[in-house]
């Protein structure tokens, strides 16, 4: 028989003790107990329970800067697209561009 017990202290769930029938014990934060491995999984071990913190984690930190690099690359773009319609409009190539900018130097 699963026995479920809500301690007073910290939240319901992560409070949570449960009996594993398996270990015969009883586990604070038990999720359930993992026949392959042959233990307890505890959320709190996961991190299913975790804390709040101000300190981002890896995942996050990776979607942040997967997000900064897609704006840089919007940006880079938008310039070579205007840059492009530049040369459209005065009915210039790169190259003669970059040959005229080069004269204009010396």
Request: hydrophobic share 40%; net charge positive.
């Amino acid at each position: 028989m699963l026995i479920m017990l809500c301690l007073s202290q910290g939240s319901g769930l992560g409070a949570r003790v449960r009996y594993c029938r398996s270990c015969k014990e009883y586990k604070k934060g038990l999720d359930h107990h993992c026949p392959a491995f042959g233990n307890c999984i505890v959320a709190a071990k996961s991190g299913i329970l975790r804390k709040p913190s101000l300190e981002p984690t890896l995942s996050e930190n990776l979607v942040v800067s997967k997000i900064l690099f897609v704006i840089l690359q919007l940006v880079r773009q938008v310039v070579f697209v205007i840059w492009h319609i530049y040369c459209v409009c005065f009915n210039n190539r790169t190259d003669e561009w970059v040959s005229s900018s080069m004269i204009d130097e010396h």
